[in-house]
């Protein structure tokens, strides 16, 4: 069984910052792409920022420059840096993890969530 252990929201004023941490435990083979996803109530889950097996990262134009993706050397945690937060980014984070399973029949190509924190900026 994967599972993807969120940690690090809370609430914050404008201007300050929070790390997040997703930690992926259980019988996977490899982590292709580590996605950090935001929603708002009413919204579609939208991408924030993601890094890839070969540590190449993308973000957001909105947070571009703000926040930081990163991960521990084992691959297994990854981070999500955010800083000079804005009451706009106030959201349920969620961590999502592409990975390869490998059976005896084959390798399956599977996609895990985090359980979501909640991150409150106020202004």
């Known amino acids: 069984q994967v599972q993807l252990e969120e940690s690090g929201g809370g609430l914050v004023q404008a201007g300050g910052s929070l790390r997040l941490s997703c930690a992926v435990s259980g019988a996977i083979s490899s982590i292709n792409v580590m996605n950090w996803y935001r929603q708002v109530p009413g919204k579609q889950r939208e991408l924030v920022a993601a890094?890839?097996?070969?540590?190449?990262?993308n973000y957001d134009h909105s947070v571009k420059g703000r926040f930081t993706i990163s991960r521990d050397s084992a691959k297994t945690t990854v981070y999500l840096q955010m800083n000079s937060l804005k009451p706009e980014d106030s959201a349920v984070y969620y961590c999502?993890?592409?990975?390869?399973?490998?059976?005896?029949?084959?390798?399956?190509?599977?996609?895990?969530w985090g359980q979501g924190t909640q991150v409150t900026v106020s202004s």
């Open positions: 999502n993890a592409a990975v390869d399973v490998v059976t005896i029949e084959g390798t399956n190509k599977l996609e895990y």
């Open positions: 890094i890839t097996s070969g540590g190449s990262t």
